[in-house]
C-alpha cells in the first residue's frame, strides 16, 4: 500500500502544539472556493510549469506536485524529528487535501505513530463516512475540524458538498469527548454572513452542547458535562480570508472564484471573536 503526498513540512507550529511535522496529502472531495491549497485536490501526481527569475533571467521548468510512498518511508521521515516533538509537546500533522480521503493509508500511518508514541492531529473537513472516523478516532490525539457554512444548500454551493455528514461526524467526536479543535474559515460574503454566524452559534449550543442525564450545562466557565462526565470545552479557532494561493491557480490552470477578494486582517476577526467568547467557547485567531 502507498499514499500520495505533496509535501512535508517541518518544524510547524500552526497545526497543532509544539512543533510539529506537518504531512500534506493530496486529493479532496471538496472544492471550497476559498481554497488555498489548489495543488492538494486532485487525487493524482500533476505535472506544472515552475516559473522562477534567477540572475534576471526567466527560468521556466516543469515540476511533478504528488508522489507516492510507503507507509514505512513517511514514518521514517517522520522519526527524524522526534526529539523535537518530545522537546515541545508538539508531534504529525496530517493535513491535505483531506487526509481521509486515503482511509487505509491514513490509517496504517496513524497505527504505526502510535507504535512509536508520536502524538497525532488529522486536520480535516469532516467529509468520511462516520465508520471511518471510529476507526481513526482512537489513533487520533487531536482533530482539527472545519466547520465552514451551516445551511446545507450554502455549502453545496460553496464547497460542492453536503455539510451533512460534516455535522454528524462533529457531533460524534465531541460527545464521545476527543480531543477536538474547531476552525471556522472567515470568508467575507461566504461564511462571514450574519446568517451562517446566527446559525454557527445555534448549531454549536443545540447540537453540540447537549443536556445529558445531568441535565448540566455550564458555559461560562468553558466546562460541559454530559451525562456527568466533564468533557472537553469547546474550542474554536478563525482562520481570516487570504489570497496567498492566487499565483497556484494560475499555476494549476484552476479558475480562482474569489480572484480579487482583499485579504482579512487579524483585527478585522475582534469583533466576532469577542461575539464567540461571550457563548462561552475558548476562541483563537489563526492557526
Ligand atoms: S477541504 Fe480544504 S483542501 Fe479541500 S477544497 Fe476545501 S479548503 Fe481545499
Redesign the pocket.
Known sequence: MEGLIFDIRRFSVHDGPGIRTTVFMKG?P???QW???PE??LGEPEVTVKRQVLEGRNISKPETTGYWIKPSDLIHEISRDRIYFEESGGGVTFS???PLFQPDFLSAVLEMCKQKGIETAVDT?GYADLELFHRIAPLTDLFLY?LKILDHEDHLHF?GVSNECIKQNLKYLIHSGKNVLLRFPVVPGISNTRKNIEELKAFILNELLYKGKTGHISLKDHRIFSEGTMIKPIRLSLLPYHSMAREKYHRFHMTNPLKGLPDLQTRDMDSLKQELESMGLSVTIGG
Open positions: 479532496c471538496l472544492t471550497c481554497c488555498h491549497n492538494s485536490r491535505g487535501g483531506e473537513s472545519d464547497t
